[in-house]
């Protein structure tokens, strides 16, 4: 059974994947910076009201942005009880195709969400964030045998939190992440796009060659 991180890695780069199986240290202890960004997506309520608290919170907007931000989701989001204080935190989910550990699952519809450290795109989720959260919430549906309509991204560090309904198209992007997870048993074909092999941990195992723009001119 693939994890969900598994499917997320088979949409971003499937030769990256190939190598994370064959790496012992993969599943090595998650960051300290990692983890303290995570952190905030339980702490809203008190970055909201206190000073010293948003003051010496790993956020990459200003405190006035942050509060602003925070304040209009509560506002606007009517999950925003659930994401404060969720039914389930840390919650391991095993579906029919994938498991992983959901941050928080939300009752009343069940919903997951996820927590990235990362920045947000402009709109929407980025695309293998896309197929984690597809992934999640069909083992969510699959564990509570109910439908799961649609998930959650937080990305604390920046305020900001997004509602992804599970989309026939998302849905279709996630199926084509677990068929590319399921053919590895060899080096997929490199990735054409190179800049996503710049910040890769396996560069030099997978051979790819990089330019920088100084050499380029």
Same mark, same amino acid.
């Given at each position: 059974?693939?994890?969900?991180?598994?499917?997320?890695?088979?949409?971003?780069?499937?030769?990256?994947?190939?190598?994370?199986?064959?790496?012992?240290?993969?599943?090595?202890?998650?960051?300290?910076?990692?983890?303290?960004?995570?952190?905030?997506?339980?702490?809203?309520?008190?970055?909201?009201?206190?000073?010293?608290?948003?003051?010496?919170?790993?956020?990459?907007?200003?405190?006035?942005?942050?509060?602003?931000?925070?304040?209009?989701?509560?506002?606007?989001?009517?999950?925003?009880?659930?994401?404060?204080?969720?039914?389930?935190?840390?919650?391991?989910?095993?579906?029919?195709?994938?498991?992983?550990?959901?941050?928080?699952?939300?009752?009343?519809?069940?919903?997951?969400?996820?927590?990235?450290?990362? /920045?947000?795109?402009?709109?929407?989720?980025?695309?293998?964030?896309?197929?984690?959260?597809?992934?999640?919430?069909?083992?969510?549906?699959?564990?509570?045998?109910?439908?799961?309509?649609? /998930?959650?991204?937080?990305?604390?560090?920046?305020?900001?939190?997004?509602?992804?309904?599970?989309?026939?198209?998302?849905? /279709?992007?996630?199926?084509?992440?677990?068929?590319?997870?399921?053919?590895?048993?060899?080096?997929?074909?490199?990735?054409?796009?190179?800049?996503?092999?710049?910040?890769?941990?396996?560069?030099?195992?997978?051979?790819?060659?990089?330019?920088?723009?100084?050499?380029?001119?």
């Amino acid at each position: 059974m693939h994890t969900f991180r598994d499917v997320a890695t088979a949409a971003y780069c499937p030769r990256k994947l190939y190598y994370r199986h064959r790496d012992p240290a993969a599943d090595e202890e998650i960051p300290q910076e990692v983890r303290a960004r995570r952190d905030l997506a339980f702490r809203y309520p008190e970055l909201l009201e206190s000073d010293p608290e948003i003051q010496a919170a790993p956020i990459e907007v200003t405190p006035t942005q942050y509060r602003s931000r925070l304040g209009r989701m509560r506002a606007s989001l009517d999950a925003w009880d659930g994401l404060v204080d969720p039914a389930g935190r840390e919650v391991l989910l095993e579906g029919r195709e994938c498991r992983g550990i959901a941050h928080k699952v939300l009752d009343g519809p069940p919903r997951p969400s996820l927590v990235f450290a990362g /920045a947000p795109p402009e709109q929407g989720v980025w695309e293998p964030q896309t197929v984690r959260l597809v992934a999640a919430a069909k083992a969510l549906a699959w564990e509570r045998e109910t439908t799961v309509e649609s /998930a959650f991204a937080e990305y604390p560090a920046f305020g900001v939190v997004r509602e992804v309904p599970l989309t026939t198209r998302r849905k /279709a992007t996630y199926r084509s992440a677990v068929r590319t997870a399921d053919a590895i048993d060899g080096p997929p074909s490199r990735t054409a796009n190179r800049e996503k092999c710049s910040p890769c941990d396996y560069q030099g195992q997978c051979g790819v060659t990089t330019r920088s723009l100084k050499s380029m001119l």
